[in-house]
């Protein structure tokens, strides 16, 4: 199976900071990740997939980049709706989510 | 566009089964595949399984094998999860979700809430 390890499990942060949250894989995963933005009692939203693709509806603040293990999702700009929790999740083989990252207000 | 409604809230006692149901609008069951994902309180996400086009069957996380069962109904649109022998540790809130061409999930049911309790 392949484990996704995300870091940092929480991140204190500012509006405006540039913000940036890592997720590895225990093996190639080639560019199958997604990111999902989660808040509390709500399901998650798709943000970004194929590792760099901005869902529809998601502002441009979001980015994502990487490929192989290791990938990162930034937000340029940390907006007030932005403070959730984050999860990346590979679909390469089967699916496994990381353990999440909190995103709270500093 | 497409939507995923569940069914509501509910209370098992350990060793009991439960079935959690997960109706589609603007598509139907055939277009899609169908995962199933849970969440215990205050804890992360986990994939249980889905719908595996490529071998046109349905997939299960190692973890559950032998406990949970997805079927569909394409009469109806309506996806269903049921897991058995319930335990404490699988209080949870369960999601139905899906892609549309992503292949990451980018519709989600609602969330059903799932108490195991004596």
């Known amino acids: 199976d392949i484990q996704m390890t995300q870091s940092p499990s929480t991140l204190s942060a500012s509006v405006g900071d540039r913000v940036t949250i890592t997720c590895r894989a225990s093996?190639?995963?080639?560019?199958?990740l997604a990111w999902y933005q989660q808040k509390p009692g709500k399901a998650p939203k798709l943000l970004i997939y194929?590792?760099?693709s901005l869902e529809s509806g998601v502002p441009s603040r979001f980015s994502g980049s990487g490929s192989g293990t290791e990938f990162t999702l930034t937000i340029s700009s940390l907006q007030p709706d932005d403070f959730a929790t984050y999860y990346c999740?590979?679909?390469?083989?089967?699916?496994?989510f990381g353990g999440g990252t909190k995103v709270e207000i500093k | 566009q497409v939507q995923l409604v569940q069914s509501g809230a509910e209370v098992k006692k350990p060793g009991a089964s439960v079935k959690v149901s997960c109706k589609v609008s603007?598509?139907?069951?055939?277009?899609?595949?169908m995962h199933w994902v849970r969440q215990a309180p205050g804890k992360g996400l986990e994939w249980m399984g889905g719908?595996?086009?490529?071998?046109?069957?349905?997939i299960y996380a190692q973890k559950f094998q032998g406990r949970v069962t997805m079927t569909e109904d394409t009469s109806t649109d309506t996806a269903y999860m049921e897991l058995s022998s319930l335990r404490s540790e699988d209080t949870a809130v369960y999601y139905c979700?899906?892609?549309?061409?992503?292949?990451?999930?980018?519709?989600w049911g609602q969330g059903t809430m799932v108490t195991v309790s004596s």
């Open positions: 603007g598509y139907t069951l055939t277009e899609l595949s």
């Open positions: 999740q590979q679909y390469n083989s089967y699916f496994t």
């Open positions: 194929k590792a760099s």
């Open positions: 093996q190639s995963i080639s560019s199958w």
């Open positions: 979700a899906t892609g549309t061409g992503r292949g990451a999930f980018d519709i």
């Open positions: 719908f595996d086009p490529e071998d046109g069957e349905t």
